[in-house]
């Protein structure tokens, strides 16, 4: 009788492993719902890329969310590499988080989250990295509506180590104040946000021979974006 209980635990046992093994192989196998594969991302356009973005925003817009199963991408990521789709270079505000407002998930964006989206030497590495080193089919600055660092630069506030950081948001400042006189305040703030997008477009343009060559080469696109925080829209500068 013992026999048989013991033989039969080990029999429990060993399937379990079987099943846990099998469980295994197909989360490493099978492409996760809603992950960008390398063979899927490779074969995508920049505009089909910017079109994913779009769309994963209207699911936010509508609440539609995706369900991924993380556990899944985390398993298939480590048998094939990730393969996002897009870096995103936005402001470290807590409301413009691109991975939600977007309904992406893990492993389909590169984000670089920074006080008022400037991008400085090292942002631009990381930029570089994404496009050379991973195939992304677009970066995006996207700024957004309400910025703290942006207002901040607007109203000319400088402090500690945050005074080189708002030194790269001073000329958006300028251009808008010049541009338009007529708006007020926050509408005069938004646009400073656009035009330190723009300018961020502009260094990125400057600075690097890698996304220039890629941008000729139509093998991504650079673009600006604007996120409303108020409603969570976000508008695609295309
Ligand atoms: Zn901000």
Redesign the pocket.
Known sequence: MVTLVISLCLVILLLALLALHYRKLFLRTVVPAHLFSPEQQKNLTPDQAIDALKKGNQHFLDGDFRSFDYLHIKEYILEHGQSPIAVIV????SR?VPEILMDKGIGNLFAIRI???VVDKDALASIEYGVKSIGVKVVVIM??T?????TAAYQGKHYGNLEQLLNKITPAVLTAKAQNPELEESELITQV?IENINNQIIYIKQHSDIVKNAIEKQEIKLIGALHDVKTGKIDFFT
């Open positions: 936005g402001c470290m505000d413009s006080a008022g989206n700024g957004h309400g910025c703290g660092a942006v946000a």
